[in-house]
């Protein structure tokens, strides 16, 4: 299934700003898929997730120095400088020289002679490449860390506050995040993206109803009225594809 997000619907789950929506829209469009990303609640929970990890997609690289990651064994930091030379950078962070060479092998590409091109300091600053892999990155992440089967347990028609849900949705957090942080933040914009998506399907539905109305009050326009109504179908079919299982 290709993946066509609504850039309003991206912007709702995400809180980013038009402008850094549509600079990281078209990579998540064409990568999607290949990571698994076909459904409303692996989707909506990957962009949450990314919304709040990246400040509202404003940060492709960690604000901080990354000094705190200095001698860090268990991130690979083992060389003077690691720490600043290995800060997070992507959407969810990569951080530390082990995952950096490990996403290189992955790629194919010299990310510890060159970690910069994992993401620049902000969409607006970085460049295509660097847009590209900090998008990839995250995504590898997610892969990696089996966490769309963890997203596949959130049932998108009900609240996420709602206890299944909760208990999922943490256990999501947990595994990105080491712990609950910002959770309620998280949480919120899951919430924003899934109410957008509800309303744009209850939008279309209504479109439906209006135009079987007018066939049935407009018969010598039933013409025009049948090509409404296809018009009207294949709009919903457009958003039940992006929005519900």
């Known amino acids: 299934m290709a993946i066509s997000l609504d850039k309003e619907y991206v912007k709702k789950v995400t809180g980013g700003s038009d402008a850094n929506v549509s600079l ?57 400088g ?14 530390g020289r082990s995952n950096y060479a490990a996403f290189s092998n992955y790629r194919g590409k010299d990310f510890i002679n060159n970690p910069y091109l994992v993401g620049g300091k902000s ?16 995504l590898w992440f997610w892969k990696n860390k089996n966490l769309n089967s963890i997203a596949d347990n959130i049932n998108v028609n009900d609240s996420i506050y709602d206890g299944n849900n909760k208990y999922w949705f943490d256990t999501l ?13 998280r ?16 939008q279309t539905i209504k479109q439906i109803e209006e135009t079987v109305d007018y066939v049935g009050k407009n018969p010598v326009k039933s013409l025009l009225g049948i090509l409404l109504l296809l018009g009207a179908f294949t709009g919903i079919v457009l958003v039940v594809n992006k929005f519900s299982k």
């Open 123 to 138: 969409p607006q600053t970085s460049t295509p490449e660097q847009l590209e892999n900090s998008v990839i990155a995250s």
């Open 187 to 202: 949480a919120s914009l899951y919430e924003s993206g899934r109410a957008a998506a509800n309303s744009a399907i209850e």
């Open 24 to 80: 990281l829209l078209p990579y998540f469009n064409k990568y999607f898929e290949q990571y698994g990303l076909t459904t409303p609640n692996r989707i909506n929970a990957f962009l949450a997730q990314i919304g709040l990890e990246s400040a509202n997609l404003k940060a492709t690289e960690e604000y901080a120095s990354g000094a705190a990651y200095e001698g860090r064994s268990d991130l690979g930091n083992t060389q003077a």
């Open 82 to 95: 690691d720490g600043v030379k290995f800060k997070g950078r992507g959407l969810i962070q990569l951080t």
């Open 173 to 185: 957090t947990r595994k990105i995040n080491g712990g609950l942080n910002h959770i309620n933040e």
